[in-house]
């Protein structure tokens, strides 16, 4: 089993190159983005690592705001789908 603590807490994959290791405000900073990313929450730990590019992808404002809308947009997708599927 892998080491928890070398785990990338956003893309769960092995984190051996390219990686920071959160400290405590690199962590409330992923949380905070996890709080309003809603579909996408993850869990990271003081000391745990986490890929460079996945945190900067992960904390971008403008990220967040295209994930949240394609999200929403998944949902009113789904929808439209089940109820082409009721009236079948
Ligand atoms: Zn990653």
Do not use: W
């Amino acid at each position: 089993m892998d080491d928890p603590l070398k785990t990338c807490p956003i893309c769960n994959e092995p984190c051996d190159v390219e990686f920071n290791t959160l400290g405590k405000k690199g962590c409330a900073r992923i949380k905070d983005s996890s709080q309003r990313r809603q579909n996408r929450t993850v869990q990271p730990t003081v000391g745990q690592r986490v890929h460079i590019e996945c945190r900067r992808d992960y904390t971008n404002d403008n990220n967040i705001e295209k994930d949240l809308k394609a999200y929403v947009l998944d949902d009113y997708t789904r929808k439209l789908l089940y109820q082409q599927l009721e009236t079948c």
